[in-house]
């Protein structure tokens, strides 16, 4: 659990304000069918690493992360993942729906 705890202070405090940037050429992007839609993916490091799931908050694509701060979870031998929601980046736009009530959620 402390090294957790280290390891989201870390990124907090070096990362989470850093620009965003073209990620790794370690990556591997793909589009996963989930059922009526398909989500856009990065995924970095190692396939049998313990797995990170980045999760981006409504509207803003994986493109956002920090490619330091995936750098530096890769190093400490983690494998990154990072998806695009539905409506954002790559993913499947829900366009026949209209637009979500923000309030409502």
Do not use: C
Request: proline share 9%.
């Amino acid at each position: 659990m402390n090294m957790l705890k280290e390891l989201y202070r870390v990124i907090r405090n070096r990362f989470l304000r850093a620009p965003p940037a073209p990620p790794p050429a370690s990556s591997v992007e793909s589009l996963v069918d989930a059922g009526r839609l398909e989500l856009a993916t990065v995924v970095h490091g190692k396939p049998d690493a313990p797995a990170i799931l980045l999760i981006q908050g409504l509207g803003t694509p994986l493109t956002r992360w920090s490619t330091t701060m995936i750098e530096y979870l890769v190093k400490a031998g983690f494998r990154v993942i990072a998806f695009d929601n539905r409506d954002s980046g790559l993913s499947t736009k829900m366009e026949a729906l209209g637009l979500p009530n923000i309030q409502s959620l």
